[in-house]
């Protein structure tokens, strides 16, 4: 009993309908009837050409002239008809479908509306304001004619306008994107493999004091490229002690986990190195992943009783490293598009503001002022937060922490996928071959100058260290400026 309740409510009309599932990201859904809405406009625009009679003269309006707005009513049957067709076909995400058809009930219920008042009698010039009005409504210029107070169709016409969504330039991801058809060479082929990693340290304490740290103890979260079963378990080993965790629900061919180190772990180096196996559930091969050495820096804590010291990653290979990644535009996967992104990290104590990025290909300038967008990668305190000026008496330190920022810039250009983009203003069609040089300014001081070259099928030049490991980005020429902004480990 729930199902028809639940086509009434979302759908609309669900005569012959059956559920259907997609593939990812769209799901499971509710195929509707097509033919319905061709049968309801097609009755619609019968009743309305009778309502309308003989039209005196043009009714105008902006470019749109029409002697009979039915039509108006014929271009919106086979809108609607392909929308329920390319929802049905898997095309179009349920949530869009459902708005798109919000606005199209909408149009049709106003329509209704002014039709039934158009049987009455009316005057040359009321008849004329009907139809003007009538022909905003089917242009979309407005949702609601002139029905009468507490109807349906005026709690249509008068209710709140949404917004437009405002088009993303973003992927809203943490993780690598591998989609891209600009994917840079991949060792090891496309098997599964470690795709990228993020680590954390939490401190040991002696003897479960609160004074004085003996050492850390990581936890590494890792990207994982490929198709893995929900029975296959990843094991990393830390140097001697292994740990084994599960992989987290898997999408467009990444997959997740969070593994921790052993509590029997202490570790007190300037780095340490992990081995990323899987452990295939349905044979119980293991296959191995990757290995990564992740540095970590370590400061003395003064003014303590006890030997203690803090630690930290070591993100400074981060920042001395810039990258092009490629994005899609918008959420849904397949993307329609793609865009190429800068991407440095930049070392701060303190904050920093106002990032921009300029790029030149062959010395000729191809870009404005492209602004950043700003995330926080980590920290580390490398100074006392403290300052004894004499005895019993101290004074804060300022910016005692070393912060690492990443920033990314999106270029204004769009790579062709599937059909013609949709270009917004300044934008440019992908690529532009030569080669590139791109400077990185903070307030005005250049703190990174990244050069590259980009070849005629839209692929760069590959980096030397590109042939290391899988990446999603593509490894830039580096070269960090001396400037004012950045800030120096201690």
Not at 189 to 202: C, E, M, N, V, W
Not at 220 to 234: H, K, N
Not at 358 to 370: E, L
Not at 425 to 439: A, F, I, M, N, T
Request: hydrophobic content about 35%.
């Amino acid at each position: 009993m729930l199902r028809p309740v639940l086509c009434a409510a979302l759908l609309g009309a669900c005569t012959g309908s059956a559920e259907y599932t997609c593939p990812d990201p769209i799901g499971r859904i509710i195929r509707d009837d097509c033919e319905v809405y061709k049968t309801r406009y097609e009755s619609l625009k019968v009743e309305l050409g009778a309502s309308l009679g003989p039209l005196q003269g043009k009714v105008d309006l902006g470019k749109q002239s029409l002697r009979d707005p039915s039509e108006l009513i014929q271009m919106l049957s086979h809108r609607t008809f392909a929308l329920c067709r390319d929802f049905n076909a898997c095309r179009v995400m349920p949530l869009e479908y459902r708005r798109r058809r919000e606005q199209t009930d909408c149009i049709f219920t106003s329509v209704s509306a002014i039709q039934a008042q158009l049987k009455q009698s009316l005057d040359a010039e009321s008849k004329r304001k009907l139809v003007q009005e009538l022909v905003r409504v089917l242009n979309g210029e407005t949702c609601g004619g002139a029905p009468s107070r507490g109807s349906p169709a005026a709690a249509a016409a008068h209710a709140p306008r949404r917004s437009p969504r405002k088009r993303l330039t973003y992927y809203v991801s943490s993780s690598p994107w591998y989609g891209t058809r600009l994917l840079p060479p991949q060792p090891g082929g496309s098997g599964p493999a470690l795709a990228a990693a993020d680590y954390s340290l939490r401190h040991v304490f002696r003897h479960k004091s609160p004074y004085g740290t003996i050492g850390y103890r990581p936890t590494a979260r890792l990207a994982l490229r490929g198709t893995f079963s929900s029975d296959d378990m990843i094991t990393v080993d830390w140097g001697g002690e292994t740990s084994d965790c599960t992989i987290g629900r898997g999408r467009n061919n990444l997959a997740a986990a969070t593994c921790k180190a052993p509590e029997t772990l202490t570790l007190t180096g300037a780095s340490f190195t992990i081995k990323v196996s899987l452990r295939r559930g349905a044979d119980g091969r293991t296959v191995p992943l990757g290995t990564r050495r992740v540095p970590v820096l370590a400061r003395r804590v003064e003014d303590t009783k006890n030997d203690s010291h803090r630690y930290g990653i070591n993100h400074d290979p981060e920042a001395d490293r810039g990258l092009l990644v490629f994005r899609p535009v918008g959420r849904s996967l397949p993307p329609d598009a793609e865009r190429p992104h800068l991407h440095v990290v930049l070392r701060a104590r303190g904050s920093i503001s106002n990032e921009t990025a300029r790029c030149w290909v062959d010395g000729k300038p191809v870009t404005r002022a492209v602004e950043g967008r700003q995330g926080h990668v980590g920290q580390f305190q490398d100074r006392p937060r403290r300052r004894r000026v004499k005895p019993g008496h101290s004074v804060g330190v300022k910016d005692p922490f070393i912060h690492w920022r990443n920033v990314d810039f999106a270029l204004p250009f769009v790579v062709k996928r599937d059909g013609a983009p949709r270009l917004e203003k300044g934008e440019k069609l992908w690529p532009l071959p030569g080669r590139w040089r791109c400077v990185v300014t903070v307030d005005g001081e250049p703190v990174r100058e990244l050069r590259f070259t980009v070849r005629s099928d839209g692929r760069l030049e590959p980096h030397p260290r590109q042939t290391e490991r899988p990446r999603a980005a593509w490894l830039l020429q580096t070269r960090v400026l001396k400037n004012p902004v950045e800030g120096r480990l201690e």
